[in-house]
């Protein structure tokens, strides 16, 4: 059973944590096919050169014909990344990529196989009760046996995941002190005097209770992570 607040990168109930990603492990996103229409739409909107757009002159080109933007390609990865791990996984954000590589022309009809390998995990040293997950994205176009042709792309990013919630054990939680524990003003006791000794007392005229020397000072700095 999950703490409430363990959601995934969706906002439902996460199954995978960052214990659960581990490396060598291999996380299967599907194929997405590359739709002609949207692939134009996005260029025109967000990378509109004339080979992403301008069918002529892109077919009058070296490249033959319409090219997809590199950043539409990598959109597909993200959905795809989205749509089969973080919606299972307590993903919280991703402090960045190190790398990204664009390794062939993506053209609209293309099948491409996409999948991430984790390539190191460590307790956030930023992030309390996270951990950093280091990956390795890779799209692959397929030929018409479904076998992979070519790499298209190549992404290396680390992402933040939370750790798996530890639940608290009935046993401990019925030995903790509650305030029915502690003695109340009105019962019988609570207000006795301390029996050590008092200033009243001339024998403890001048005593300290520790020695001079030392201070209590404040708490250790913790270093900034």
């Known amino acids: 059973m999950t703490a409430p607040d363990a959601r995934s990168g969706t906002g439902r109930p996460a199954e995978l944590f960052f214990e659960d990603l581990v490396p060598g492990l291999t ?5 997405v096919t590359v739709d002609a229409d949207e692939m134009v ?15 002529d002159l892109a077919a009058e080109s070296r490249h033959g014909g319409l090219i997809a933007s ?9 959905r795809a990344y989205v749509d089969h791990l973080l919606s299972r996984a307590a993903a919280d954000a991703s402090p960045g990529l190190e790398e990204l590589r664009w390794l062939a022309p993506v053209r609209a009809g293309d099948r491409l196989a996409v999948r991430v390998d984790v390539m190191g995990a460590r307790p956030s040293t930023a992030r309390p009760g996270l951990g950093t997950v280091s990956l390795t994205g890779t799209m692959l176009r397929l030929g018409p046996d479904d076998r ?61 209770d520790g020695d001079p020397t030392q201070s209590s000072g404040s708490p250790e700095a913790q270093r900034p992570d």
């Open 27 to 31: 996380v299967d996103l599907g194929v």
């Open 41 to 55: 739409a996005f260029a025109r909107r967000f990378d509109p050169q004339w080979y992403h757009v301008d069918s």
């Open 70 to 78: 590199g950043f539409y390609t990598v959109s597909l990865f993200m």
């Open 148 to 208: 992979p042709e070519q790499e298209v792309l190549r992404t290396r990013f680390r992402g933040w995941f939370a750790v798996r919630p530890v639940e608290a054990d009935p046993a401990e939680a019925e030995a903790a002190p509650t305030d029915a524990d502690q003695p109340r003003a009105d019962q019988p006791g609570a207000d006795q005097p301390d029996t050590g000794p008092t200033a009243a007392d001339p024998s403890t005229v001048g005593s300290s």
